[in-house]
């Protein structure tokens, strides 16, 4: 039910040619590398994907979840504090 | 301000209106020069910091928020101004610093993108212009710098997410910086451009796997390596230090990068924590270490170049 943060470590070129599309393609962001088109076998890349994305699509290559709760996280960075002294 | 406020991160809005008052408050210390406007003819303002009149002294400048989502960024500058006024005669470092160097500071170099984050794609990266031939939107500013633009780790198309612009300081907020520093390139000595994440201390090259003339210097002990040293000393984080390059990956068209052909030969950029966790959604619970130890970095480097 939350925006996550994956990271994922492409193992082989099928991998990488898996993520490009998938950070291209889809509702996602990419956090690291900058672009796709730097990505590389064993290069770490963070993939910010959206709630009503992660349930559309699946890879198939391992990932460990870096956030779980990214939408939490924005909604308590943008919280409007009326209690702010200033 | 209470001092919560700058654990925090603000709407653009509230930026504006803390240069304001800022400036309001410290007259005698701060002014602010508005440089140029955004694609969205949003101001893009300047901050200087001097402590005494007089004779123009050498000058250090600091930018931040060329990348939208990198929240932490501008609120480290918004950090370094308060640190500079408040503990100005208290901290030997930025007193020193302050007694011997005048202090430009742009919070926001991408307000339209830091708007954009706020209001409808957190995630945005680019700036906002309209692209003529094409319905993407925006331009990397970090990839519009004359250094050999728009080469290998750069992208001509305007979708891409380091697409380099029609053409070197086709955005009109890079113009703005390059204008301003090569108008003022023998007064400004040091320069550094704060982004986050991945906990680095870069150089030039970033445009090429070349080293730069000074490598050894920014690299060295009393420079880019002590820095680093201090920062795991004093707040026990790893931050890798090297020429962007061969450290990351080639991106040219990079501000730090023309900002160093430009004659200007202190040039760093500073990617701020954490190192993928939780990436440009830094909590507001990390701002301070986040800032404390970019401030030890920049206070130890800019002390150096002022020996020098």
């Not at chain 1, 994956?6 to 990419?30: A, F, G, M, R």
């Not at chain 2, 008052?21 to 955004?38: A, H, Y």
């Not at chain 2, 910086?177 to 090569?182: E, N, P």
Request: contains cysteine; glycine residues 4%.
């Amino acid at each position: 039910n939350s925006d996550q943060v994956l990271s994922i470590t492409p193992k082989t070129q099928e991998h990488v040619d898996i993520l490009k599309n998938v950070s291209t393609q889809y509702e996602t962001s990419l956090w690291q590398p900058d672009s796709p088109q730097y990505i590389q076998e064993e290069m770490e890349v963070h993939l910010y994907v959206p709630a009503r994305t992660l349930n559309t699509f699946s890879v198939h290559v391992c990932f460990r979840v870096l956030l779980a709760n990214a939408k939490e996280l924005i909604e308590m960075q943008t919280k409007n504090e009326t209690t702010d002294p200033r | 301000s209470s001092a919560s406020y700058y654990e925090k991160y603000h709407s653009l809005n509230d930026i504006y209106f803390w240069i304001n008052q800022t400036q309001q408050d410290n007259p005698n210390i701060v002014k602010v020069i508005l440089i140029g406007s955004s694609s969205e003819k949003r101001p893009l303002y300047v901050l200087k910091l001097s402590r005494n009149k007089g004779p123009e002294k050498k000058a250090m400048w600091i930018d931040c928020g060329i990348h939208a989502r990198e929240w932490i960024s501008p609120a480290f500058c918004l950090w370094f101004v308060r640190h500079s006024l408040s503990f100005y005669g208290q901290n030997q470092d930025i007193t020193h610093i302050l007694d011997n160097l005048d202090v430009y500071i742009l919070p926001v170099m991408n307000p339209d993108g830091y708007e954009y984050t706020w209001t409808t794609n957190r995630m945005w990266r680019k700036n906002r212009s309209v692209s003529k031939s094409d319905n993407c939107i925006g331009a990397d500013l970090n990839r519009n710098f004359d250094a050999n633009w728009c080469t290998e780790g750069a992208s001509d198309d305007p979708c891409s997410e380091i697409y380099c612009g029609a053409f070197p300081e086709s955005e009109p907020e890079s113009q703005s910086v390059a204008h301003f520093l090569r108008s003022h390139k023998d007064s400004v000595k040091l320069y550094f451009s704060i982004h986050s994440y991945s906990q680095m201390l870069l150089f030039p090259y970033s445009c090429t796997l070349d080293e730069a003339e000074n490598h050894n210097e920014l690299v060295s002990l009393d420079m880019a390596q002590e820095a680093a040293q201090k920062i795991r000393r004093y707040y026990r984080n790893i931050y890798k230090y090297g020429a962007g390059g061969k450290t990351i990956y080639l991106a040219p068209g990079g501000s730090d990068d023309w900002v160093y052909n430009l004659g200007i030969k202190y040039s760093f950029t500073f990617e701020l924590q954490d190192r993928g966790r939780y990436g440009f959604l830094l909590p507001p619970s990390h701002i301070t270490q986040a800032c404390n130890e970019a401030l030890t970095a920049l206070k130890t480097i800019a002390r150096k170049v002022i020996e020098k």
